[in-house]
């Protein structure tokens, strides 16, 4: 079956570069889709198609990929970036949704 | 303002069969592929189910194929995620999203928490 793996948690000071890892278990030719879900809230696109940005969210959210790892990159984390990041993709072969575990960002 | 609210979740017996709604504000569904997903207590995302513009084709993960069935009225901006046979481990918030583009969710309600337990 069809599995992104994220690391469990990533932590980085204020002001530093905090980047969380999807690594597909397959070639990755799919769309990578990333969400941002602060604790007691509905999770928010941030990024999509690999590296594009909804309107609203800050240009230094961004997203890349590498072969079967896709990355997301927060620069200038601050303190209301804490939050749970999930990556995503669309399973063509069959026909689902595809979530990564999700990675805990915290701010130290 | 573009949002979607669910509603019809609650403590619920296993076995029974719920249905849960989802309303559509500030926007025409009828453009738009569809989703469910939801996430149980303390644990990650787990994407249920998607149902095309038209109704016409809808797709579901294993742990819900064959117990739960996705539909879609345009006319009244609702989606409608029906439970059957519900379980212990089906006990989750549940959000409606709106599908975007090559299956990304762009806007997602607040969700509706669903508790299976005798």
């Known amino acids: 079956s069809y599995v992104l793996t994220q690391p469990p948690s990533v932590s980085v000071a204020p002001g530093q570069t905090a980047r969380i890892t999807c690594v597909e278990n397959?070639?990755?030719?799919?769309?990578v889709h990333w969400y941002r879900q602060k604790p007691g809230q509905a999770p928010v696109l941030v990024v999509y198609d690999d590296s594009d940005r909804p309107s609203g969210i800050p240009e230094r959210i961004s997203g890349s990929k590498s072969g079967n790892t896709a990355t997301l990159t927060i620069s200038r984390v601050e303190a209301g970036d804490e939050a749970d990041y999930y990556c995503q993709v669309w399973e063509s072969l069959g026909d689902h949704v595809v979530f990564g575990g999700g990675t805990k960002l915290t701010v130290l | 303002q573009v949002q979607l609210v669910e509603f019809g979740g609650g403590a619920v017996q296993p076995g029974r069969s719920p249905r849960l709604s989802c309303v559509a504000s500030g926007f025409s569904i009828r453009t738009y592929v569809m989703h469910w997903v939801r996430q149980p207590p303390g644990k990650g995302l787990e994407w249920v189910a998607l149902i095309s513009l038209d109704g016409s084709e809808e797709y579901y993960a294993e742990s819900v194929k064959g117990r739960f069935s996705i539909s879609r009225d345009n006319s009244k901006k609702m989606l409608y995620l029906q439970m059957n046979s519900l379980r212990a481990d089906d006990t989750a918030v549940y959000y409606c999203?709106?599908?975007?583009?090559?299956?990304?969710?762009?806007?997602w309600g607040k969700g509706t928490k669903v508790t299976v337990s005798s």
């Open positions: 397959s070639v990755g030719n799919k769309n």
């Open positions: 999203a709106r599908g975007k583009g090559t299956y990304c969710m762009d806007v």
